[in-house]
């Protein structure tokens, strides 16, 4: 026998192999009773975590952002149905939101889920279209009026024992504006459709928005009132010294097809209401532009001057110059540019909703997207807005 085993026998010592064993025994007992513990801690705080979030999904009211999940059903049903033509997703399916209030239906087409239409908006109101700057309103019915005050209340001094004479009563003229069917027609290919790399929601706002824009910004100054807004420049445009309701007032430059200087742009900027001034603009194309643009005053400084920021518009006298392509030329007896406050001057009101009808048989193997909208516009107060025509008179 061993002097280790005859000690280990008689319990005088314990060998090192056994203190170890009860050790790590011991360490293990007190791990797992730890980790036991600890499990029942975590239980316990998850199932208060649980009952205060139900309490609390119960008494909060809903999220501002709830709009995107509740727009989910129909984003999903519209992308299947540009895809494939599948409708049975939209079919009944019902749009409460503020932008969209109208039963989704296959009569004209199906509404555009509300992202892309967004978008498209979006795109609409960034281009160089005097959409920029007027007055847009959204509205259900098929036409909007617009109320204008065109005359002075009567107003006069009295004294206390002095009866009150009677005064003049304001003129209140109504300008009704209809709604016109506006339609954009892309196409694409049934392959490219099947690709599920391709994102068809922005090809198609990118497609809708382009034409629309285009439509919009020629219809909006040059547009005749037939099946398509009303355009500025379409009213009667008369001298400004013998201005009236329903005309848009001009100012020559006194020099046929030419400036003649830089003082006609002056006498353009006055010859509008200092009421309308504040928040006046001037619109003109580009050729126009770059005409202005040399015009110096009597010091030799430029009466053109650019954004000092990004994205800010250049500014002519102090005031922003929008480019629409749409304004004529400068030529003879041309109205060439526009200055006023545009906000007040013209409207521009449009339905929120924005159909797609698919029609996958007129252009086969491509399938065309047929895109609808009503919109009209027209201009709602003639004093707010003067030409420059470059005349002599």
């Known amino acids: 026998m061993s002097k280790t085993e005859s000690i280990s026998r008689t319990g005088e010592g314990v060998s090192p192999v056994a203190e170890m064993k009860s050790a790590v025994a011991g360490f293990v007992s007190e791990l797992k009773s730890f ?9 316990k705080q998850k199932e208060r975590m649980t009952m205060l979030e139900r309490k609390t999904v119960q008494a909060a009211r809903p999220h501002l952002a709830a709009a995107t999940d509740f727009d989910a059903p129909h984003k999903k049903a519209f992308d299947a149905y540009l895809r494939s033509g599948e409708d049975d997703g939209l079919r009944g399916l019902e749009l409460e939101g503020k932008a969209m209030s109208s039963a989704v239906n296959s009569d004209g087409g199906y509404l555009v889920d509300p992202q892309t239409s967004e978008t498209i908006k ?5 281009t160089a279209s005097i959409r920029a700057i007027a007055n847009v309103v959204n509205v259900e019915a098929t036409s909007f009026d617009v109320l204008i005050d065109s005359s002075e209340m009567g107003a006069g001094w009295a004294d206390e024992a002095t009866p009150t004479a009677e005064t003049g009563t304001p003129t209140i003229e109504r300008i009704s504006i209809p709604l016109h069917e506006l339609s954009a ?23 809708i928005a382009d034409k629309f824009a285009r439509a919009e910004a020629a219809a909006f100054i040059n547009g005749d009132g037939v099946d398509k807004p009303m355009g500025i420049m379409t009213h009667p445009s008369v001298d400004d010294a013998s201005w009236s309701w329903g005309n848009i007032g001009y100012v020559a430059t006194g020099v046929d097809g030419d400036f ?20 006046a603009s001037f619109v003109m194309n580009s050729k126009t532009a770059g005409a202005v643009r040399k ?4 010091d030799g400084r430029f009466l053109w001057s650019d954004g000092l920021a990004a994205g800010e518009p250049a500014r002519l006298l102090g005031y922003p110059v929008l480019i629409s392509e749409d304004m004529p030329d400068i030529a003879s007896g041309a109205d060439a540019i526009a200055f006023g406050d545009f ?15 698919r029609d996958p048989f007129s252009a086969k193997p491509h399938v065309m997207f047929y895109a609808t909208k009503r919109i009209g516009g027209d201009v709602s107060d003639f004093a707010a807005i003067k030409l420059l025509r470059f005349a002599l008179s």
């Not at 196409?187 to 497609?207: T, V």
């Not at 003649?260 to 928040?279: E, F, P, S, T």
Request: proline residues 3%; hydrophobic residues 45%.
């Open 35 to 43: 980790k036991e513990n600890l499990e029942e801690k975590m239980s």
């Open 122 to 126: 979006s795109v609409l109101n960034t």
């Open 185 to 207: 027609l892309p196409k694409a290919s049934q392959r490219l459709l099947d690709d599920s790399a391709f994102d068809i929601e922005a090809w198609l706002a990118g497609r």
């Open 260 to 279: 003649g200087g830089g003082d006609a742009i002056i006498d353009l900027v006055y010859a509008v209401g200092a009421q309308y001034r504040a928040n």
């Open 295 to 298: 015009l110096k005053d009597a």
């Open 343 to 357: 906000a007040a001057g013209y409207t521009v009101a449009e339905r929120p909703d924005l159909r797609v009808l």
